[in-house]
């Protein structure tokens, strides 16, 4: 979003839609909670109280989570904030790395990246960063956890810089750390910030100073610590490099504010930056052409499917991102895949409290379309133009297991859970040909306990993994007549996956060198095509 870029209606350029990526314990929750307290659509930090028995809160839905120990649902929020609108999707927070990750990152035009001021750059951040720089998506980093011992700040960024490869421009300079921290220098604004200790939800205090020989510095920071602010600034001035809007905006450079989330420090100047230098929501590439936001026709995609997120309702919630236009409810879509007409009649913003039915929703914001299972991720919904959506990701399943009801009684309600979790693309299902029971494939091994959890949770049937006979599955496709000949005499290896379409199934890199030499008309891929 260059400065001579075409100008976007306002309702669309006013809006921001993000994620929040963080190595787990760094600050992720704390620092969601303080956007949801300022944007006004909590209370209180941590006190969100239901209306009524049946409205479920958003942190009911956190509770439901941590009581299972683990995060493994991303959902979208949405509120205002001074003249913005906030969409902010929840990354899945759990330490194994799962395709929910990369597709939720395919929804959002910008990242906060958030560390803690004591351990720097960790394993999850550097990998969710990688994530983001596929797409040379905008990151904003906060450095959290300034009320503790923290490192020096010059070597967190310096870390910063090395590790992840990016410029980082400090937006703030902390002053002080752990018991001695003060607040921080907003070099942005030349504003002194000062931290309440008494109040962990309100607001530092500014003060309005006119550069760093203001005398009015003197008043609210100790000689020591003052003469130590002025030296470590005038440092970064001569060996950081500035703020630049457009290197941010192409991923090239990341601006740091430092603070404490858990004290409400640092947190609105976040928020500011984020309303301030953009990005507006970002043109989408499809197969076709780019679709700029701007575009009078409501075009989206589904990046996201979640079965039984209200345990009252079977249904299913495809989160679907606007990519173009002004969408109203009751819309008459096309559904790309099936050439079918869809009606949107309930389609649901994720306001912060609960599920809200939308009347309307723009560009950058992320619906919620209750469905029978039509809508798969991928999928693009348009006002009747064929576009494929090209960002989102599908995943090799690297890992097979075999799954089996403990109780033999359930094998059958064991499919139709199973089939439901290959649709929402938390697995891939596969049924051998020869002999029972499923063939599970996830690219981490988490997912499968995740699964496993879910499956009796969700449905009431305990299940158990184990080792399978298989550790790589590839699509089949090409030459029709060579397909059968395969399929014939290879029948042990030979099963469907959830839309019937065949695959390969093999332990050995041997097993797929063969059929690739025996089998010229025949393709083996790793991936299928989401579309
Ligand atoms: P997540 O795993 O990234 O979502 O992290 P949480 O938000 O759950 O925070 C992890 C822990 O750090 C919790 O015990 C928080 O109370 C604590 N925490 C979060 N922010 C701060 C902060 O600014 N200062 C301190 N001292 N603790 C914090």
Redesign the pocket.
Known sequence: MLDNAPKLPPEIARRRTFAII????????????KFLLFGGAIQMAGQVRAKGEARRTRSDFLKMEQDRGI?VSASAMSFEYKEFRFNLVDTP?HSDFSEDTYRTLTAVDAAIM?I?GAKGVESQTRKLFEVCRLRDLPILTFC?????ESRDTFDIIDEIQENLAIDVAPASWPIGSGKDFLGAYDLLNDRLEIMDRADRNKVAESVQIKGLDDPKLEEHIPADQLAKLREEIEMARELLPAFDRASFLNGSMTPIWF?????S?GVKELMDGIGTYGPEPQPQKAAERPVDAGEPKVTGFVFKVQANMDPKHRDRVAFVRLASGHFERGMKMLHVRSKKPMAVTNPVLFLAADRELADEAYAGDIIGIPNHGQLRIGDALTEGETLRFTGIPSFAPELLQSVRATDPMKAKHLEKALMQFAEEGAAKVFKPMIGSGFIVGVVGALQFEVLASRIELEYGIPVRFEGSAFSSARWISGDEAEIEKLVNVNKQHIGTDNDGDLVFLTRLQWDIDRVVRDYPGVKLTATKELM
């Open positions: 963080a190595h787990p314990d760094a600050g992720k929750t704390t620092l969601t909670e995060s927070g958030v803690d959290n956890k300034m009320d503790r603070g404490s989330a858990i004290n420090f």
